[in-house]
T-cell receptor
Framework: SQQGEEDPQALSIQEGENATMNCSYKTSINNLQWYRQNSGRGLVHLILIRSNEREKHSGRLRVTLDTSKKSSSLLITASRAADTASYFCATAYSGGYQKVTFGTGTKLQVIP | DVKVTQSSRYLVKRTGEKVFLECVQDMDHENMFWYRQDPGLGLRLIYFSYDVKMKEKGDIPEGYSVSREKKERFSLILESASTNQTSMYLC?????????????FGQGTRLTVV
């Protein structure tokens, strides 16, 4: 079964606005990661947050993690047209081998 | 520069054919993964391998098998292709350990079964 679910499924904003995407997951994790995918190509890693961290920043990206609610959010500030892509959260399961499972994704459109 | 290479970008096969999708990584990574991606369903894990000759089923292994004879190569096999296996297939690798590192992806193979 799918480990993560992103919300919303699709998001359309104007350039310069902030975009927030949420991810919920089901099991205990070692870490949670966010990836970007452009036009059906391979995914590119954006940021990793460990289970003992609550917030992490990287450039215009801010990720939060709430392990009690099994949820994470990705905030992209001052969005650009080039941020148009699908965004996925991925979790590394803590109970077994290094299994990495992905969510359903959020499709972000940034309108110039 | 790290690299994960999938053998084909586009592939068209007939129903019932045996199909091989190949993935090679040049980073000496321990773990390799095969996912399929379908609209609205995100990426679903088919199989993964944490060492040579070792494999674990993912969430949707039915109709697929895998082979990892060498560390750098992970093959996905569709024993008898069916139209419901038409999809984008993505290969990824991670360095190993407890999954604390990023996954590197290939460019994807878009498979159409007719």
């Amino acid at each position: 079964s799918q480990q993560g679910e992103e919300d919303p499924q699709a998001l359309s904003i104007q350039e310069g606005e902030n975009a927030t995407m949420n991810c919920s997951y089901k099991t205990s994790i070692n870490n949670l990661q966010w990836y970007r995918q452009n036009s059906g190509r391979g995914l590119v890693h954006l940021i990793l947050i460990r289970s003992n961290e609550r917030e992490k920043h990287s450039g215009r990206l801010r990720v939060t993690l709430d392990t009690s609610k099994k949820s994470s959010s990705l905030l992209i500030t001052a969005s650009r047209a080039a941020d148009t892509a699908s965004y996925f959260c991925a979790t590394a399961y803590s109970g077994g081998y290094q299994k990495v499972t992905f969510g359903t994704g959020t499709k972000l459109q940034v309108i110039p | 520069d790290v690299k994960v290479t999938q053998s084909s970008r586009y592939l068209v096969k007939r129903t019932g054919e045996k199909v091989f999708l190949e993935c090679v990584q040049d980073m000496d990574h321990e773990n390799m993964f095969w996912y399929r991606q379908d609209p609205g369903l995100g990426l679903r894990l088919i199989y993964f391998s944490y060492d040579v000759k070792m494999k674990e089923k993912g969430d949707i292994p039915e109709g697929y098998s895998v082979s990892r004879e060498k560390k750098e190569r992970f093959s996905l096999i569709l024993e008898s292709a069916s139209t419901n296996q038409t999809s984008m297939y993505l290969c990824a690798s991670t360095i190993g350990g407890r999954g604390d590192t990023e996954a590197f992806f290939g460019q994807g193979t878009r498979l159409t079964v007719v």
